[in-house]
């Protein structure tokens, strides 16, 4: 069990929550090593040791840390990065190259240059300029990458509209125009600086339901045919992307990934046979399931005000800076006062964060045992992208992040200083 109650407190992974905020300070993520794990190990048992052929890269962006990926690393994953950034933190981290995709709809030439030096496993192309800048430094540094491209499947995906990325006007991948396609292809199969692997597409972000999956991979699976029919060439690789949903609230029903998996791999398979092809690698890239769930935010409540017959808000001492997903996405989260969890519910709060926005709210009405400033608020489901889109607004440091295993608790990520965060900001000397 990740998460216990214990003595009116809540523990994580072993750890008491308020204990961890009174030794490391709040804002403070706690991120649970053992939830991770058992993440990567139910992908092998449901994926990985169930078929052959089949890989999957954590989508490093949901949570990129350099000891993140030594857990993925330990857990036999490989992982996706998409900025040169992530790839360097791979490099740090010692990543296996091989191990290692990158993805992204504008990779500079210096990060390709980067990828193709590190020897990455995989490159997902985003256009055709792209491929023509691989070739040229391919050929300039006498190496050889291995590309997929990625292409919109132009399928209508149930989830916000800022993380849904299938949809047929996209800035990700091309869309599905011969004319378009054809020419990039043919160049991809007869280019001797690279290896043509094959298809990727990533159709969004938190998703419940497989049919969007399913209506993607069968649309990647006639352009594999048609690359068959057209060149007489067959792909090695399939990349169906992430977008596995988590629970967040209630109301999330998080599906297995057999349910996503198994009548996506049916459909490959079935398809496969009956049109005589190989049937391709088949690759997955997920992120926030991996991760999300494995994470708590801890906030110290300080300001607490009524408004009458309005509502009463309790301000936490973050917000919007260490978890930007209400404030961008009108994401949903759930938590609880930490440092009262067997207390029963006695009032409706709404807890806002402390940067100057008004959309700075991270969850309204929730029922909380009678709040009081120095409570410890714990937000779940904060894994995945919390750390990794926390920024500076308002001045506000990016806090510490503790990884926590069977009660054992390490600080992975110290917290920012101010000092650190004006260290590149230079005053010119016509203003000294
Ligand atoms: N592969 C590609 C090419 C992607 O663009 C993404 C996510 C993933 C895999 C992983 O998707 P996941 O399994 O994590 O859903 N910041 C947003 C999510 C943006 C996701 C962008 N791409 C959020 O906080 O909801």
């Known amino acids: 069990m990740i998460k216990e109650i214990k003595n009116n407190h809540l523990y994580w992974d072993g750890c008491d929550t308020v204990e961890l905020a009174k030794n490391y300070g709040t804002p403070l993520y706690v991120i649970s090593q053992t939830a991770i794990e058992n993440e990567c190990r139910a992908l092998q048992k449901q994926f990985i040791k169930k078929y052959d052929n089949v890989h999957v890269a ?80 391919c050929r300039k540094k006498e190496k050889k990458a291995n590309v997929l491209f990625r292409i919109t499947p132009e399928v209508d995906v149930k989830t916000h509209q800022f993380i849904s990325t299938g949809q047929k006007d996209s800035k990700f991948g091309l ?13 991809a199969i007869k280019s001797p600086e690279i290896n043509f692997y094959g298809i990727h597409f990533h159709i969004g972000s938190q998703l419940f339901d497989n ?154 009405d929730i029922e909380v045992p009678t709040i009081t400033s120095g409570d410890i608020f714990a937000t779940f489901t904060t894994g995945a992208y919390g750390y990794a889109m926390a920024n500076n607004y308002n001045k506000l440091a990016i806090p510490a992040v503790v990884l926590v295993n069977k009660g054992h608790a390490e600080t992975i990520v110290k917290r920012q200083t101010y000092a650190q965060i004006i260290q590149n900001e230079r005053i010119p000397d016509s203003l000294k």
Not at 175 to 187: A, H, R, T
């Open 175 to 187: 869309p599905l125009d011969k004319e378009l396609l054809l020419p990039i292809l043919q160049q």
């Open 58 to 137: 954590y989508a490093s962006k949901a949570f990129n840390h350099l000891a993140m990926l030594k857990i993925i690393e330990k857990e036999g994953l490989g992982i996706d990065v998409v900025s040169g950034g992530e790839l360097y933190t791979a490099i740090c981290a010692e990543f296996p190259a091989d191990r290692i995709e990158f993805n992204g709809n504008n990779k500079s030439d210096e990060e390709l240059e980067q990828a193709i030096d590190y020897e990455v496993g995989r490159i997902i192309v985003d256009g055709s300029q792209e491929l023509d800048h691989i070739i040229a430094i």
């Open 211 to 364: 049919s969007t999956h399913l209506k993607a991979a069968e649309v990647a699976l006639q352009l594999v045919l048609m690359i068959k029919e057209t060149f007489d060439y067959e792909i090695k690789e399939l990349n169906y992307g992430g977008g596995f949903g988590v629970r967040y609230t209630q109301e999330d029903k998080r599906q297995s990934y057999a349910y996503f998996l198994d009548p996506l791999m049916k459909l490959t398979e079935d398809f496969c046979y009956k049109n005589d092809l190989k049937r391709p690698t088949i690759a997955i890239e997920p992120g926030r399931s991996i991760v999300a769930e494995a994470g708590i935010s801890l906030h110290t409540i300080g300001n607490i005000k009524t408004l009458p017959h309005i509502r009463k808000y309790a301000a936490i001492d973050g917000g919007m800076t260490d978890n930007i997903r209400p404030g961008l996405y009108q994401a949903s989260y759930t938590g609880m006062l930490a440092n009262k969890a067997s207390q029963r519910p006695e009032e409706t709060v709404t807890i806002s964060g402390k940067a100057c926005e008004s959309t700075d709210i991270l969850i309204e």
